[in-house]
């Protein structure tokens, strides 16, 4: 026979429901503790990836910036050996070189001043105008031919400053300043802006100069949307180029004496851009000089790449000379607007 429960007493039953509340309360702050615990990880584990994530960014930052600086010192630094090599480049070369396969593309933007009399230089020989700006890199690119072009008719006196355009980062040389003796050519450079990221205005146009960007680099030698628009090239207002003969492109990230190197080799899409470009102005530059000198101007392959040129009939009897451009009065500065000059 079973044994009858005895009710408990109200003592115990207070400590049954103390106990009860105490476990109560021990799993409570039990699970309390495993979420905060998770939480706690969980941010750990975020603050980790952040961490990592932001390291990371710095890293490759770093290694981008100073990439960025080692590039601009390579490029920028031109040791005078370099400028010398540039100005005495072999006439074997510009032979093997040719044209450089540059036919088509010369072809259009080069032009024939027709019925127009010879532009003379401050000194009375045939004028070499340029008009351009430090940051163009189309600029930047027709430099090089032109001073290879220019070294077969005079000297540079003194080595040309090297930039690096500010517009795509151009290793080149500026013509600002320059000086210049030929016996047979006055070399007129104006570089209307300096190499800024936001250009602003370097050497100035004289009237007279205005007055020959604004009847020649427009229309019907170049385009409506290119009118103003540089490097504008007039080799004794016998031949107008706007433009360069080929892309800057091609010259980006090279270092000086990496592109006097490839220039050498005839083989190199650099040395037949650069070179096929300067046999092209030795050529129109012949024009204007009666082919003087003979040396430069009957060896090959200039006379073949003269029966190239866009033909300028001869000045009529009755036009005015045209002013010079090589005085430097009442000057007037362009103002630059993506990469054109305007009056």
């Known amino acids: 026979m079973a044994k009858p429960r005895h009710p408990a007493s109200a003592a115990q039953r207070r400590e049954q ?3 009860r509340r105490v476990q109560q309360n021990t799993n409570t702050r039990s699970r309390n503790g495993g979420r905060r615990r998770k939480r706690r990880s969980s941010r750990n584990t975020w603050l980790l990836l952040g961490g990592i994530i932001v390291a990371l960014v710095l890293i490759i930052g770093g290694f981008i910036y100073f990439g960025e600086q080692q590039k601009a010192t390579v490029t920028r630094t031109a040791t005078p050996g370099v400028f010398q090599q540039l100005t005495t480049v072999k006439p074997e070369l510009l032979s093997m070189v040719g044209s450089g396969g540059l036919d088509k593309t010369v072809s259009s933007i080069l032009k024939p001043v027709k019925s127009a009399p ?10 070499l105008f340029y008009m351009g700006g430090d940051f163009c890199p189309f600029c930047a690119a027709q430099r090089w031919p032109m001073i290879i072009a ?8 003194t080595p040309l400053t090297a930039i690096v355009s500010s517009e795509s980062n151009v290793p080149t040389y500026s013509f600002h300043p320059t000086a210049y003796k030929s016996n047979y050519l006055d070399f007129v450079p104006v570089e209307v802006n300096d190499n800024q990221q936001s250009p602003k205005p370097l050497d100035k146009l004289t009237p007279e100069q205005e007055a020959l960007v604004k009847k020649y680099d427009a229309p019907p030698y170049t385009s409506e949307e290119s009118a103003g628009s540089f490097p504008f090239v ?19 990230g090279h270092t000086y004496d990496d592109i006097i190197r490839q220039i050498q080799d005839p083989t190199t899409d650099m040395s037949r851009n650069i070179l096929g470009s300067a046999n092209y102005l030795i050529a129109q530059i012949c024009k204007t000089t009666d082919n003087q000198p003979g040396n430069v101007c009957t060896a090959d392959p ?6 190239k040129l866009p033909r300028a009939a001869l000045p009529s009897g009755g036009n005015a000379p045209l002013p010079s451009t090589g005085a430097r009065e009442r000057p007037r500065t362009g103002v630059r607007v ?4 305007s009056f």
Do not use: C, H, M, W
């Open 234 to 252: 007039s080799v004794g207002n016998r031949y107008l180029s706007v433009g360069a003969y080929f892309s800057p492109d091609t010259l980006v």
């Open 302 to 307: 200039i006379p073949t790449i003269q029966g």
């Open 17 to 19: 429901e103390r106990l």
């Open 118 to 127: 010879l532009l003379k230089g401050p000194s009375g020989k045939p004028e």
């Open 338 to 341: 993506r990469g054109r000059t």
């Open 150 to 157: 220019l070294s077969k008719f005079g000297t540079f006196e």
